[in-house]
């Protein structure tokens, strides 16, 4: 079964700060997906990987196959950053195993 | 880009009725589509995957008589939660993956949400 674990749980910092949020998976997987929910719930899906790295404009999102481990960093955070990040694998199966999320805050 | 999307996007009904929550892949078709549901500062959880022109597939502990399954067309699904109660409340969201060549690619596509209240 696979289980898939984000770590911090909550986070708060500064605007500026550099943020990182981490995820591990048990099993192998096919790809690897970083979401954003806001307040009310709206998801978007910001990176699916499967091996490497990609970087979006302030968000860089990097994965380990061997390690079973991927993080997402943000630079030079913003209050705008405010939301839940979750960390989603998907197995060969097909299913998808989401993370509890992390609860980013931003203060101005 | 291919989006995905949901409607309603809210809904509040009384308990002991039915709500229908539609998803569909607006520019792409979708053979299989997954359903989640996700209650309060708790993480999504798979519910069923739903397969075009076949029965849907239910995760354990999710009542198939409950949640209604309909996958008419390639490009749309449809959960129908019936006679809701209260604990039916949640935040259920749709994806798909996208095909390319008859393969599923890893490209998965999610819908923004359907808010359900039951009071």
């Known amino acids: 079964k696979n289980e898939v674990e984000q770590s911090p749980q909550n986070l708060t910092a500064q605007e500026g700060e550099f943020i990182t949020i981490n995820c591990s998976y048990s099993?192998?997987?096919?790809?690897l997906h970083w979401l954003q929910q806001h307040p009310g719930g709206g998801i978007v899906s910001l990176f699916m990987?499967?091996?490497g790295k990609k970087k979006h404009g302030r968000l860089i999102a990097t994965i380990n196959i061997q390690e079973k481990h991927s993080s997402l960093h943000i630079t030079a955070s913003h209050p705008r950053d405010s939301a839940v990040y979750i960390c989603?694998?998907?197995?060969?199966?097909?299913?998808?195993?989401f993370g509890k999320g992390t609860r980013l805050h931003i203060l101005p | 880009g291919a989006v995905v999307s949901q409607h309603p996007s809210w809904v509040i009904c009384k308990s002991g009725t039915s709500v229908k929550i539609e998803c569909r892949s607006l520019?792409?078709?979708?053979?299989?589509m997954f359903w989640y549901r996700q209650f309060p500062k708790q993480s999504l959880m798979l519910m069923a995957t739903?397969?075009?022109?076949?029965?849907?597939?239910?995760e354990q502990g999710v009542e198939k008589d409950k949640f209604l399954i309909n996958h008419a067309s390639l490009t749309l699904s449809t959960l129908t939660v019936t006679s809701a109660h209260p604990e039916d409340s949640s935040f259920y969201i749709c994806?798909?993956?996208?095909?390319?060549?008859?393969?599923?690619?890893?490209?998965?596509?999610f819908g923004p949400g359907t808010r359900l209240t039951v009071l």
């Open positions: 994806s798909a993956p996208k095909l390319a060549g008859g393969v599923f690619t890893d490209t998965q596509y």
């Open positions: 099993v192998g997987i096919s790809a």
């Open positions: 990987l499967s091996s």
């Open positions: 989603a694998a998907r197995g060969r199966d097909d299913k998808i195993i």
């Open positions: 520019d792409f078709q979708a053979t299989t």
């Open positions: 739903s397969n075009e022109g076949s029965k849907a597939t239910y």
